[in-house]
């Protein structure tokens, strides 16, 4: 069981929008650390989506936004593409246990 | 360019040992964390530990706790991840990453391809 809650898919249609929800616990999200996502396509190494809760790393399209209100976190993706099939993970950090988490992924579906 | 590769996945049976490098090149390997992170067949990640840039802080999973040991070799550019005691349920893909600097070093910029362990008789 992950320490973050994520829901197990998403569906979307092209050009609509999702979001993925995060919930954590006042050990990690809620203690003030910031939330990571990554994409991992299908058959690849995880990579980093957005870090710092809403910063992009170069390269990855503003369709993808974060945000961050206590001890949760969401990942909205706009327009969305075929290519957006992947999986998604948040990832924090616990500081009681000093602990790296990660939530247990969302499958995101384009129709 | 950042690279990361594992070596020394493979078959090993219930209660056996592996030993998981990863070879670091494209940065200055000394100055950034580093952790193992694990991702068993149709599941998700699972973060296993992490070793400082000088190895004086290291932290564990639960699960891994007393079975697996992280080192690095700074003069070589290496991260370890010594396996013992291993069973069915450590089978996954082994990532080792980089953490990123900064007030959120506890991020993750960039990832090796990873090394299959199996642990089945």
């Known amino acids: 069981q992950s320490v973050l809650t994520q829901p197990p898919s998403v569906t979307g249609a092209p050009g609509q929008g999702v979001t993925i929800s995060c919930t954590g616990s006042r050990s990690d999200i809620g203690a003030g650390n910031d939330v990571q996502w990554y994409q991992q396509l299908p058959g690849t190494v995880p990579k980093l989506l957005i870090l710092a809760n809403r910063h992009r790393p170069s390269g990855v399209p503003d369709r993808f936004s974060g945000s961050k209100s206590g001890a949760s976190a969401s990942l909205a993706i706009t327009g969305l593409q075929a290519e957006d099939e992947a999986d998604y993970y948040c990832?924090?950090?616990?500081?009681?246990?000093?602990?790296?988490?990660f939530g247990g992924g969302t499958k995101l579906t384009v129709l | 360019q950042v690279q990361l590769v594992e070596s020394g996945g493979g078959l090993v049976k219930p209660g056996g040992s592996l030993r998981l490098s990863c070879a670091a090149s494209g940065f200055s390997f000394s100055d950034y964390y580093m952790s193992w992170i694990r991702q068993a067949p149709g599941k998700g990640l699972e973060w296993i530990s992490y070793i400082s840039s000088t190895s004086s802080t290291l932290y564990y999973t639960d699960s891994v706790k007393g079975r697996f040991t992280i080192s690095r070799d700074n003069a070589k550019n290496s991260l370890s991840l010594q396996m013992n005691s291993l069973r069915a349920e450590d089978t996954a893909v082994y990532y080792c990453a980089r953490h990123t600097s900064g007030s959120t070093w506890y991020t993750f910029d960039y990832w090796g391809q990873g090394a299959l362990v199996t642990v089945s008789s």
């Open positions: 990832q924090s950090y616990d500081s009681t246990l000093h602990n790296v988490v």
